[in-house]
T-cell receptor, first 116, second 116 residues
């Protein structure tokens, strides 16, 4: 069974600084996807960034980028130039590729607070 | 609306009562998922519907939990004889299902259930 671990329950960062959120996972699958979701106080889950396991290049979306280390089963999220609107819970998620139930396996989340 | 909607937004009930939570997926999305988010926990998969296939109920925590999806669209999650440990945010998501590529899940705003 797959597991996802986020070892940082809470983090804070000064506005305009850079912060990195950690995520590790365990799987025997070779083809899968990894995601970072943001959940602000409104509870609406918003996809931040995704990574296909077969791609070696790290995904980037504007101020958000990942460091994907497949062999180490690590998938960290870097937020550059942090903004107050980045304050939220961040969840790392795993989804296997292929047939069957396309369910996400989520980590327990990291609560990020951006300080003015 | 264009997104996934859920109702009610908040539900307070007494221990032992039954509750029904509703999810309206994005039109055209054949897959529908229910997750539970408990305080301090990640998101826990509950059940998955895909088209006319038998649902994947592997995540339901007990036989007090059930769900149905009528006409391949709206879904209802029912919790019978609620217990205090059922207090959580219940999130619904929907997605397309494509044989290749990933199937991004779009989440609703959730229903916060409080069992007194």
């Amino acid at each position: 069974a797959q597991t996802v671990t986020q070892s940082q329950p809470e983090m804070s960062v000064q506005e305009a600084e850079t912060v990195t959120l950690s995520c590790t996972y365990d799987t025997s699958e070779n083809n899968y996807y990894l995601f970072w979701y943001k959940q602000p106080p409104s509870r609406q889950m918003i996809l931040v960034i995704r990574q296909e396991a077969y791609k070696q290049q790290n995904a980037t979306e504007n101020r958000f980028s990942v460091n994907f280390q497949k062999a180490a089963k690590s998938f960290s999220l870097k937020i550059s130039d942090s903004q107050l609107g980045d304050t939220a819970m961040y969840f790392c998620a795993f989804m296997k590729h292929g047939s069957g139930t396309y369910k996400y396996i989520f980590g327990t989340g990291t609560r990020l607070k951006v300080l003015a | 609306g264009a997104g996934v909607s859920q109702s009610p937004s908040n539900k307070v009930t007494e221990k032992g009562k039954d509750v029904e939570l509703r999810c309206d997926p994005i039109s055209g999305h054949t897959a529908l998922y229910w997750y539970r988010q408990s305080l301090g926990q990640g998101l826990e998969f509950l059940i998955y519907f895909q088209g006319n296939s038998a649902p994947d109920k592997s995540g339901l925590p007990s036989d007090r939990f059930s769900a149905e999806r009528t006409g391949g669209s709206v879904s209802t999650l029912t919790i019978q004889r609620t217990q205090q440990e059922d207090s959580a945010v219940y999130l619904c998501a929907s997605s397309l299902v494509r044989a290749s590529g990933y199937n991004e899940q779009f989440f609703g705003p959730g229903t916060r259930l409080t069992v007194l």
